[in-house]
C-alpha cells in the first residue's frame, strides 16, 4: 500500500494510492467514520501507518477500488506535495 501527501482542491492531506487515483484520508475517516492520521508523519510516528495497512489488506483495498468517483481525486488532478511512505 503506498500513501502520498497530496494536494488537490486546495487541501494538503496524506492518500491511499490506487489503480484508479488517490483516496484521501480525510474524505475516508468521513465516509467511513475512521480516525486515520492525516499526514504521513503522523501516519508513521504514530504506528497507525501499519494498523492502516492491516485495514488495506483485510478487505480495505477491494472497499477502495469500488469507492464512489466522487471521493476519487484523479491523478491528474493531483498534485504531490510531500512525503511518500509504503507499508
Known sequence: MKIATITSSGTECAAIETMRGYIRLDVLNEEKRTEWPL??????????GKNLARWYNAGGEKILANI??????????????????EF
Open 39 to 48: 499526514t504521513v508523519e503522523k501516519l508513521i510516528s504514530s504506528g497507525e
Open 68 to 85: 464512489t468517483r466522487r471521493m476519487l481525486v484523479e491523478r491528474d488532478s493531483a498534485q504531490i506535495t510531500g512525503e511518500s511512505a
